[in-house]
């Protein structure tokens, strides 16, 4: 599970915030902490202020099943659904539960391991990995089909906001680095974004559906964040961490993006402003995500 021993190198709790009870409506973003011990999703404002736990189960965080217990939130394009992946049985599956962390149900259940989830622009649909390939499932639950590739490596799928398409990153037989690419949202049309040989992953849309962030190793080993246009031009740096930073996610706005960085979890401006530390990264917060709804 690649994406698990990543989420264990960044942070939570916000700064002028803590934890409390859970308000009504659907949080305005989520993220990933062990704050309470085991890795949970919590809701909170959308500058990460007044958080609260939103998944109810708990997890024993001194196993690998309790401790990766809920992670990777990805939230139904109308905001009222978070699907996730948790490890809670010893092998990652893919859950959807409601906007306030009721109503949980699981979507995959085979001996493989699923994860990262994205919904399709209509919500009947997810699109996760499954141990080097993609494969979509009913957002309901029910059979799973591939799409994509048939060789190499390819993880981390995100539905574009309009549905048609799907980035992904994506390692070629016998290589070493993984690039961002787009396919059609049936599998077809295969295409690099990308040409950076280096570790390039997480792509994540821009609400408007016309640029893509990742993070990549391209500069000085570490990873930072970046963005670039479907036609592969534009690329900018938008961190200049002197740590890594990953996982990066935009609010809906499309002026900001989000990101992992130092056990908490942080914004820049899109054009590659200021950083700004939203939590304070003493419980490993990350996979930061805005409600594309943002609540009233």
Known sequence: MRRLAFVAG?????????????PKG?????????????????????????????????????????????????WSPDGQKIAFSSGRDGTAH???????????????????????????????????????????????????????HGTGNAEDPAYSPDGRLIAYDYRKPGYMN???????ADGTGTHPVTHLNYASAFPAWSPDGKTLAFQSNLRGGLYQIYTIRLDGTGLRQVTTSPTDVIQPAWTP???????ARDGGIWTSSSDG???????SGKNDDSRPAW???PPQ
Not at 179 to 184: D, G, P, Q, S
Not at 274 to 279: I, S
Request: charged share 20%; with cysteine.
């Open 10 to 22: 960044v942070t939570a709790l916000a700064l002028a915030g803590c934890g409390g009870s859970a």
């Open 291 to 293: 409600n594309p709804v």
């Open 178 to 184: 993984h690039e961002i690419y787009v396919m059609n």
């Open 26 to 74: 659907p949080p305005a973003m989520v993220f990933v902490s062990v704050k309470d011990g085991d890795y949970a999703i919590f809701g909170a404002d959308a500058d990460a202020k007044h958080s609260y736990r939103l998944t109810k189960q708990k997890g024993d965080p001194s196993t690998s099943a309790g401790l990766f217990f809920q992670l990777q939130p990805a």
């Open 273 to 279: 402003g200021t950083a700004t530390q939203l939590t």
């Open 94 to 148: 893919i859950y959807v539960m409601n906007a306030d962390g009721t109503g949980t149900v699981r979507i995959t259940g085979t001996k493989q391991g699923d994860e990262q989830p994205s919904w399709s622009a209509d919500g009947k649909r997810l699109v996760f990995s499954r141990e080097g390939a993609l494969f979509e499932a009913p957002a309901t639950g029910g059979p799973a089909h591939r799409v994509g």
């Open 253 to 259: 706005d499309g002026k900001t993006i989000g990101y």
